[in-house]
């Protein structure tokens, strides 16, 4: 089954990565963005740090993680474009600052803007001609049905190249988004 998932991943990443214009990998990020934004403006500074999932992250903490993911994210990207592997490790799975729910709300949703921001118009300052065979390593995380109908965690190393990276941007973020609706919707029934 672990294989199943993983060809399936890479086929994706291929089809709506890989092998896409840059300016349609460009919008699906954007709206990722946009959609995750929307989301988030509804949520007060008190109640992004209500635990709404025990053992869950509470919506502060995932906006922090996606500030501290998407900035070296950009980063490795800008790396990609130069026709380079980006230096050093993958970034991290579940990274997140040293104190997430210390950081002032406002101030992390400026942040998320201000990365989320770069990452568009680097991808779209992207010449449509444009190819480089540098690659990177991520950390690809999907989450599979259990037999049990839960869900778990696979995750691996995947080397990509910078479409498929740039098209992780918008998974990542939809991904978080379904998260930060289920802690809001299981808070605000509390």
Same mark, same amino acid.
Request: aromatic fraction near 6%.
């Given at each position: 089954?672990?294989?199943?998932?993983?060809?399936?991943?890479?086929?994706?990443?291929?089809?709506?990565?890989?092998?896409?214009?840059?300016?349609?990998?460009?919008?699906?990020?954007?709206?990722?963005?946009?959609?995750?934004?929307?989301?988030?403006?509804?949520?007060?500074?008190?109640?992004?740090?209500?635990?709404?999932?025990?053992?869950?992250? !509470? /919506? &502060?903490?995932? +906006?922090?993680?996606?500030? *501290?993911?998407? $900035? #070296?994210?950009?980063?490795?990207?800008?790396?990609?474009?130069?026709?380079?592997?980006?230096?050093?490790?993958?970034?991290?799975?579940?990274?997140?600052?040293?104190?997430?729910?210390?950081?002032?709300?406002?101030?992390?949703?400026?942040?998320?803007? !201000? /990365? &989320?921001?770069? +990452?568009?118009?680097?991808? *779209?300052?992207? $010449? #449509?001609?444009?190819?480089?065979?540098?690659?990177?390593?991520?950390?690809?995380?999907?989450?599979?049905?259990?037999?049990?109908?839960?869900?778990?965690?696979?995750?691996?190393?995947?080397?990509?190249?910078?479409?498929?990276?740039?098209?992780?941007?918008?998974?990542?973020?939809?991904?978080?988004?379904?998260?930060?609706?289920?802690?809001?919707?299981?808070?605000?029934?509390?």
């Amino acid at each position: 089954m672990e294989n199943d998932v993983k060809v399936k991943a890479r086929a994706y990443l291929r089809a709506k990565g890989t092998l896409q214009p840059v300016a349609i990998i460009a919008e699906r990020v954007r709206a990722a963005f946009t959609a995750f934004e929307e989301v988030v403006d509804s949520v007060r500074a008190r109640e992004a740090t209500v635990v709404g999932i025990a053992g869950e992250w !509470t /919506v &502060q903490e995932v +906006v922090d993680h996606l500030v *501290e993911t998407e $900035r #070296p994210s950009l980063d490795e990207l800008w790396c990609l474009l130069a026709g380079r592997r980006p230096p050093g490790s993958p970034i991290p799975a579940s990274l997140q600052s040293r104190a997430p729910l210390l950081r002032p709300w406002p101030w992390l949703l400026r942040e998320l803007r !201000t /990365v &989320q921001r770069d +990452v568009v118009a680097t991808l *779209e300052a992207v $010449r #449509p001609d444009f190819h480089t065979d540098a690659t990177a390593a991520l950390v690809l995380v999907v989450n599979t049905l259990r037999p049990n109908g839960g869900v778990e965690p696979l995750s691996w190393i995947e080397e990509l190249d910078w479409k498929a990276y740039a098209l992780v941007f918008r998974l990542h973020e939809i991904d978080h988004l379904n998260q930060v609706k289920k802690i809001l919707a299981a808070a605000r029934a509390q």
